[in-house]
């Protein structure tokens, strides 16, 4: 149990790696520092809107129209931090408390 404990842990973290990745670029295109015609930086934003985009689409119909301010990143790191920390606790750690 252990085992997968650990392995659902690292998805999660990587999955949050990857939002982070997707927010900072939406940014950087945003404020155009980044050319999105470049193939490097186009095809690491499909790929990022592919695995975020979903998860984000959900969230963000349940967020009030903040006009430019998307929150959905925020909520879903946060979501993710607080399934890391109870896999933390009563998968891989039980008996630490």
């Given at each position: 149990?252990?085992?997968?404990?650990?392995?659902?842990?690292?998805?999660?973290?990587?999955?949050?790696?990857?939002?982070?990745?997707?927010?900072?670029?939406?940014?950087?295109?945003?404020?155009?520092?980044?050319?999105?015609?470049?193939?490097?930086?186009?095809?690491?934003?499909?790929?990022t809107?592919?695995?975020?985009?979903?998860?984000?689409?959900?969230?963000?119909?349940?967020?009030?129209?903040?006009?430019?301010?998307?929150?959905?990143?925020v909520?879903?790191?946060?979501?993710?931090?607080?399934?890391?920390?109870?896999?933390?606790?009563?998968?891989i750690?039980?008996?630490?408390?």
């Open positions: 149990m252990m085992a997968i404990g650990n392995l659902i842990n690292t998805v999660i973290w990587l999955y949050t790696l990857v939002l982070i990745v997707h927010v900072v670029l939406s940014w950087l295109t945003a404020f155009n520092v980044v050319n999105t015609r470049h193939p490097l930086v186009n095809g690491i934003g499909q790929i809107y592919r695995l975020c985009e979903p998860a984000l689409r959900r969230i963000r119909r349940f967020l009030p129209n903040l006009g430019g301010l998307d929150l959905s990143p909520v879903l790191i946060l979501v993710l931090q607080f399934a890391r920390n109870l896999i933390m606790e009563y998968i750690y039980p008996n630490m408390m």
